[in-house]
């Protein structure tokens, strides 16, 4: 039987919605602002506001709909609890019950690289996977985890907060965090730029970078591309962190994949073989062979995530 459902992605600027039949199809999706105002506190009533309209519009009962699923940026306790969101400006509290009530169907809530990861496993670039990981290189580094097709969030809402693995005992810069050595330092877009300074400030190697007004991580991988010696250095400095801290995740969970997605992601193939290449130096034989694929639905993917709580329950 044909039942509906909504994914909402919660962002600190837009709330991202769509609207999804259960096998998967999405017949719309909009954008609605997030209003960070007095501590968030219009956010639930807005979405509320925003899918009862579409139902409306829809001629659509709830009855026929299965739920929302809404993904936050911040930890998240047994698919209800957020714990915490400070782009939102919300402290702990238990999202999913506050927007039942308030639109009368039932709710799931996961952090937001969690639900993106689910939408690539079901309808992305890791699609049919089950036990998979996702890793999103963008202006940090987000990750998720989804075992027999379901996230993984750990007893704190922590699981999956793969940028922060301490990667490095001799960092001497600071972390977001707060901490030194995490991944994030390294492998996201300001990650690569940060070790592209350092490696120009330290010689005098020629190099096409050196001709930039200001270098990103694109044009890092472009040079690359391009036959340059010192990108190319670069590219293999990120590939041996990221590809050795991927290693550590695939002996304690062996996965099926990683399906590697951000802005960071649009590299290409020329990071996916640097990443390959120091994984299988750092793994454990049997999983030499866990596959690398690169993320599909870009923005879209933390609504079809989100659907899939719905009717995963």
């Known amino acids: 039987m044909k039942k509906y459902g909504f994914g909402v992605d919660v962002g600190g600027t837009t709330c991202k919605i769509g609207f999804f039949e259960n096998s998967g199809n999405m017949l719309d999706k909009w954008e609605i602002k997030t209003n960070t105002e007095n501590h968030g506190a219009s956010i639930l009533d807005d979405i509320v506001a925003s899918l009862e309209s579409k139902l409306a519009d829809a001629g659509i009962s709830k009855d026929e709909v299965e739920g929302v699923g809404i993904g936050v940026p911040g930890p998240v306790k047994n698919d209800s609890v957020v714990c915490e969101c400070v782009n939102l400006g919300w402290g702990t509290f238990d999202v999913a019950e506050t927007l039942s009530e308030k639109i009368g169907l039932p709710v799931k809530v996961g952090n937001d690289a969690n639900v993106a990861a689910l939408g690539e496993m079901w309808k992305g670039g890791g699609q049919g996977c089950q036990n998979g990981v996702m890793v999103t290189l963008g202006t940090g580094v987000g990750g998720g985890i989804i075992i027999n ?8 809402g922590a699981g999956g907060e793969i940028g922060h693995m301490k990667v490095s005992e001799t960092e001497t810069e600071t972390c977001g965090c707060g901490k030194r050595g995490c991944l994030e330092q390294y492998a996201s877009a300001t990650g690569i730029v940060r070790l592209t300074k350092q490696r120009l400030a330290a010689d ?13 991580a694109k044009d890092v991988f472009d040079a690359a591309k391009a036959g340059d010696a010192v990108a190319q250095e670069l590219v293999e400095e990120v590939g041996r962190i990221l590809g050795g801290a991927l ?9 099926e994949m990683f399906v590697i997605g951000g802005g960071v992601s649009r590299a290409g193939q020329i990071l996916l073989d640097a990443v390959q290449k120091y994984f299988k130096e750092r793994v454990f034989k049997s999983c030499q062979e866990t596959k690398f694929v690169l993320a599909s639905l870009g923005n879209d993917a933390g609504m079809y995530g989100c659907a899939k709580m719905i009717f995963n329950a």
């Not at 097709?149 to 704190?156: E, K, L, M, Q, R």
């Not at 005098?204 to 990103?216: F, G, H």
């Not at 290693?247 to 996965?255: N, Q, W």
């Open 247 to 255: 290693g550590s995740i695939a002996v304690v969970i062996d996965p």
């Open 204 to 216: 005098d190697a020629k190099t096409s970078l050196r001709s930039l007004p200001e270098v990103t």
């Open 149 to 156: 097709g379901s996230i993984v969030g750990g007893v704190h």
